[in-house]
């Protein structure tokens, strides 16, 4: 279903990416929706979109490595722990991290990516961009 706003909104579609079964987690599918396409991604059981586009210079973040990151951990060998596994998406260009589950940059969580909406219909999964 078309959605549209007044003026210059862009148009929305429902589109479908794939079933259940063919994104288990750890997996992402990149769809052609849009200027970029889009990335859909399965973390831990849930399901969530990002644009392919970085926005520090414009690389396809989704064809980056997914993994965690670090955060400080004082009292820890070496004063860092690994979290967020599978949830951190990191820019193929220039190692810039996002968060799947926000579109937020780790470093800097004021900047972010365009996150869209995944929805699953009778074992179907649908991104709405």
Same mark, same amino acid.
């Given at each position: ?28 599918? =990149? ?15 849930? =399901?969530?979109? =990002? ?9 396809? =973040? ?68």
């Amino acid at each position: 279903m078309d959605q549209t706003g007044g003026g210059d909104a862009a148009v929305t579609q429902r589109r479908f990416v794939c079933t259940v079964d063919e994104l288990p987690p750890g997996a992402m599918k =990149l769809i052609d929706v849009g200027k970029f396409g889009v990335g859909v991604y399965n973390v831990h059981g849930s =399901l969530y979109a =990002l644009v392919n586009y970085c926005s520090h210079e414009g690389a396809p =973040l989704c064809l980056g490595p997914v993994g965690g990151t670090n955060e400080a951990a004082p009292g820890e060998p070496g004063g860092l722990r690994r979290v967020r596994d599978g949830q951190i998406v990191r820019c193929p260009w220039h190692n810039w991290e996002f968060d799947i589950t926000t579109g937020q940059n780790v470093a800097d969580p004021s900047r972010r990516v365009r996150t869209y909406r995944v929805d699953v219909t009778d074992g179907e999964v649908y991104v709405t961009a």
